[in-house]
């Protein structure tokens, strides 16, 4: 349990830095980099998706809205909770360009296009016919030939409509058809003359035969865990050889005239041990985008590669290792979106980069864009900055400034996820892709958890009143390591057994005022472990037919009533009356939230919640059940000392 807990809470002490959104960026001297404010520069500096349409204008999608860029100027494009005709939801997922028209693929609120000509949107929403909720759209396509469109959804697999945007069918996972699709979570889409080629969560690559309209599976016999255990595969067709970017097992090659997987073991031997967010080919030369290890660049006649990393001193280099989008727009330029440092435009006969950035309100000298968490050190004083890509620093609150962790074996690059103060007094940390890292003075007490915990993601950490650690992984389920016995056991996700962990990604793990463990997943609801049997029991799970569940679980909390929030991704605030209650009621949009995507909750000396949410932070009194907003269009993290 964290020490802090004792203390009273005091909230607003230091709102730092909005979390997964909005930065406090550093001013280095000497910057060549040209920089554009909030002023007069990005909406959002978390840029998801990049477009170009047919009139030259480049289309950024962010988590807060839409910018229009035209060289010089920007132009936004929002969500608006009193125009039914703006875009319905600001979480932007996909932009394709049919007819001059934009297809928006957004979060929670179905699809939007946009009249480029006439700057006027229309919203459609397949729930009404295909599901129970709207689905995230991740990728839209046309079908010229056999004038269809095809949406891929996150939990609702491929909806099908004609053109007139007509829903007509959806491929789904049917556990009574053996041509079903292989899972509903659906991350993009390839289509050629005669096949729709899918990349789902599944251990498969989904062939859909357009003719006869029926799903063939394509399976790599010799890597059936990475692709099983790949969330969210990028597909990228280069003549007749379709790559496949994964986020475990690297980049696949399937040959789609042999209909043969290919030997991807050269490119491989090049690439890092990272999620592949993006794969486009310029000339002969092989772009593939990661989250957390920058960009690569393959040679396809010769073999050799280079790569682009963030270095805080290189003026003329990329500036976020977190890249999510790469684009190559008709006049030559590649365009590379990342997460919370903006926009990148990659000029090949000069060879540099420039940077167009968001700066936030705030200056500081922080050696990051953004900050993932903030946590109080009662001994020093003094906050704890984990940040997205520099390390980790401390802010003096006696003397106001900004030093470096001396005592801390972690990089001045390193992504830094969770900070966490034991009931020891030990502090210890969550990284992206390097484990647990403590304090060098505990090491040795840790030695057997931090061996396991190698080369891992850490979200999260808890310590119970057992002398049991919890470490909620991405990609390798839960950790548990006794302080006492020092044994570590790994939970994972077993499909055949419905005791077992809901998903490998873990998100969040929260004890409540009863010492009960809960676990919320990254898609796959949320769980509370029995201590008693070993084993973790399903509070709610998604379901495609059912617009209660919450898959996503961003946060928990409990409030002094003794009430658990479980704050989601696009679904709202789930909340149980007490710890033994079984029935979840919800807050919504509709009871005043200013969005259904929420990721932090607390709770005030008056009673009031503080909830941040995607499109700023607003205040809620749970008894009269009336909301007020604070800030428009910010995350806010708020930290309790």
Same mark, same amino acid.
């Given at each position: 349990?964290?020490?802090?807990?004792?203390?009273?809470?005091?909230?607003?002490?230091?709102?730092?830095?909005?979390?997964?959104?909005?930065?406090?960026?550093?001013?280095?001297?000497?910057?060549?980099?040209?920089?554009?404010?909030?002023?007069?520069?990005?909406?959002?500096?978390?840029?998801?998706?990049?477009?170009?349409?047919?009139?030259?204008?480049?289309?950024?999608?962010?988590?807060?809205?839409?910018?229009?860029?035209?060289?010089?100027?920007?132009?936004?494009?929002?969500?608006?909770?009193?125009?039914?005709?703006?875009?319905?939801?600001?979480?932007?997922?996909?932009?394709?360009?049919?007819?001059?028209?934009?297809?928006? &693929?957004?979060?929670?609120?179905?699809?939007?296009?946009?009249?480029?000509?006439?700057?006027?949107?229309?919203?459609?929403?397949?729930?009404?016919?295909?599901? $129970? !909720?709207?689905?995230?759209?991740?990728?839209?396509?046309?079908?010229?030939? %056999?004038?269809?469109?095809?949406?891929?959804?996150? &939990?609702?697999?491929?909806?099908?409509?004609?053109?007139?945007?007509?829903?007509?069918?959806?491929?789904?996972?049917?556990?009574?058809?053996?041509?079903?699709?292989?899972?509903?979570?659906?991350?993009?889409?390839?289509?050629?003359?005669?096949?729709?080629?899918?990349?789902?969560?599944? %251990?498969?690559?989904?062939?859909?035969?357009?003719? *006869?309209?029926?799903?063939?599976?394509?399976?790599?016999?010799?890597?059936?865990?990475?692709?099983?255990?790949?969330?969210?595969?990028?597909?990228?067709?280069?003549? *007749?050889?379709?790559?496949?970017?994964?986020?475990?097992?690297?980049?696949?090659?399937? %040959?789609?005239?042999?209909?043969?997987?290919?030997?991807?073991?050269?490119?491989?031997?090049?690439?890092?041990? $990272?999620?592949?967010?993006?794969?486009?080919?310029?000339?002969?030369?092989?772009?593939?985008?990661?989250? &957390? !290890? @920058?960009?690569?660049?393959?040679?396809?006649?010769?073999?050799?590669?280079?790569?682009?990393?963030?270095?805080?001193?290189?003026?003329?280099?990329?500036?976020?290792?977190?890249?999510?989008?790469?684009?190559?727009?008709?006049?030559?330029?590649?365009?590379?979106?990342?997460? *919370?440092?903006?926009?990148?435009?990659?000029?090949?006969?000069?060879?540099?980069?420039?940077?167009?950035?968001?700066?936030? $309100?705030?200056?500081?000298?922080?050696? $990051?864009?953004?900050?993932?968490?903030?946590?109080?050190?009662?001994?020093?004083?003094?906050?704890?900055?984990?940040?997205?890509?520099?390390?980790?620093?401390?802010?003096?609150?006696?003397?106001?400034?900004?030093?470096?962790?001396?005592?801390?074996?972690?990089?001045?690059?390193?992504?830094?996820?969770?900070?966490?103060?034991?009931?020891?007094?030990?502090?210890?940390?969550?990284?992206?892709?390097?484990?647990?890292?403590?304090?060098?003075?505990?090491?040795?007490?840790?030695?057997?958890?931090?061996? *396991?915990?190698?080369?891992?993601?850490?979200?999260?950490?808890?310590?119970?009143?057992?002398?049991?650690?919890?470490?909620?992984?991405?990609?390798?389920?839960?950790?548990?390591?006794?302080?006492?016995?020092?044994?570590?056991?790994?939970?994972?996700?077993?499909?055949?057994?419905?005791?077992?962990?809901?998903?490998?990604?873990?998100?969040?793990?929260?004890?409540?005022?009863?010492?009960?463990?809960?676990?919320?997943?990254?898609?796959?609801?949320?769980?509370?472990?029995?201590?008693?049997?070993?084993?973790?029991?399903?509070?709610?799970?998604?379901?495609?037919?059912?617009?209660?569940?919450?898959?996503?679980?961003?946060?928990?909390?409990?409030?002094?009533?003794?009430?658990?929030?479980?704050?989601?991704?696009?679904?709202?605030?789930?909340?149980?009356?007490?710890?033994?209650?079984?029935?979840?009621?919800?807050?919504?949009?509709?009871?005043?939230?200013?969005?259904?995507?929420?990721?932090?909750?607390?709770?005030?000396?008056?009673?009031?919640?503080?909830?941040?949410?995607?499109? @700023?932070?607003?205040?809620?009194?749970?008894?009269?059940?009336?909301?007020?907003?604070?800030?428009?269009?910010?995350?806010?993290?708020?930290?309790?000392?």
């Amino acid at each position: 349990m964290k020490y802090y807990k004792t203390s009273r809470y005091v909230l607003s002490i230091l709102v730092l830095v909005c979390l997964y959104g909005i930065n406090l960026v550093a001013q280095p001297r000497n910057i060549s980099f040209e920089k554009l404010t909030v002023e007069d520069g990005l909406i959002n500096s978390t840029v998801k998706v990049i477009c170009e349409d047919s009139f030259g204008f480049i289309w950024f999608g962010t988590k807060n809205g839409i910018c229009r860029y035209d060289g010089v100027n920007f132009r936004y494009y929002t969500s608006d909770v009193f125009n039914n005709n703006s875009l319905p939801d600001n979480y932007i997922v996909s932009i394709s360009e049919y007819g001059s028209k934009l297809f928006i &693929g957004t979060y929670s609120g179905g699809l939007s296009i946009f009249d480029i000509s006439k700057e006027t949107f229309t919203n459609y929403s397949f729930k009404d016919s295909l599901f $129970a !909720k709207d689905y995230p759209i991740t990728v839209s396509i046309f079908d010229s030939v %056999n004038l269809h469109y095809y949406f891929a959804t996150l &939990g609702g697999g491929v909806v099908v409509a004609d053109m007139y945007l007509k829903p007509i069918k959806r491929y789904f996972v049917n556990g009574f058809q053996s041509q079903s699709l292989s899972n509903n979570m659906v991350s993009d889409l390839i289509l050629t003359d005669s096949t729709l080629y899918i990349a789902t969560a599944g %251990n498969y690559i989904d062939c859909l035969d357009l003719p *006869s309209c029926q799903i063939i599976k394509r399976k790599h016999s010799e890597s059936q865990l990475g692709f099983y255990k790949s969330f969210g595969k990028r597909l990228y067709l280069l003549d *007749s050889m379709l790559f496949i970017g994964t986020e475990t097992e690297k980049l696949f090659q399937y %040959n789609i005239k042999s209909k043969t997987f290919i030997n991807a073991a050269k490119i491989n031997s090049t690439l890092p041990d $990272a999620i592949i967010t993006k794969i486009c080919c310029i000339a002969d030369n092989l772009f593939i985008s990661t989250d &957390g !290890k @920058g960009l690569y660049i393959y040679n396809l006649p010769s073999g050799k590669h280079t790569s682009s990393s963030y270095y805080p001193n290189n003026p003329t280099g990329i500036s976020s290792n977190a890249i999510w989008e790469i684009y190559y727009s008709r006049s030559g330029l590649l365009w590379i979106g990342t997460f *919370s440092a903006g926009v990148n435009m990659y000029i090949p006969h000069k060879n540099f980069f420039k940077n167009i950035k968001q700066v936030g $309100a705030i200056e500081s000298v922080l050696p $990051a864009a953004s900050v993932l968490d903030v946590e109080y050190d009662f001994k020093r004083n003094s906050v704890i900055i984990a940040t997205d890509g520099g390390g980790l620093v401390s802010f003096d609150m006696d003397y106001q400034k900004i030093e470096p962790l001396t005592d801390v074996d972690i990089k001045k690059t390193e992504v830094v996820k969770k900070v966490f103060f034991d009931s020891k007094g030990s502090v210890l940390f969550g990284t992206y892709g390097s484990g647990l890292v403590v304090k060098k003075e505990s090491m040795s007490a840790y030695k057997p958890v931090i061996d *396991s915990l190698n080369n891992k993601s850490i979200w999260d950490i808890e310590e119970d009143s057992y002398g049991n650690l919890w470490f909620a992984t991405l990609y390798e389920g839960l950790y548990r390591f006794n302080t006492i016995t020092k044994k570590v056991t790994n939970y994972r996700h077993d499909v055949r057994d419905k005791f077992s962990i809901p998903a490998d990604v873990v998100n969040v793990l929260f004890i409540d005022n009863q010492k009960q463990l809960w676990i919320g997943t990254d898609g796959n609801g949320l769980a509370k472990y029995n201590y008693k049997n070993d084993i973790f029991e399903r509070a709610f799970s998604p379901s495609p037919q059912s617009g209660e569940v919450g898959s996503v679980i961003r946060t928990i909390f409990q409030d002094k009533q003794s009430r658990l929030f479980f704050g989601t991704q696009g679904e709202g605030i789930r909340y149980l009356s007490s710890v033994h209650d079984e029935v979840f009621k919800h807050i919504t949009k509709n009871d005043g939230l200013p969005s259904n995507t929420i990721s932090d909750i607390r709770q005030d000396s008056l009673g009031l919640l503080w909830i941040t949410t995607d499109r @700023g932070l607003c205040s809620y009194d749970f008894e009269k059940k009336r909301s007020a907003y604070l800030f428009g269009s910010r995350w806010f993290a708020l930290v309790r000392i």
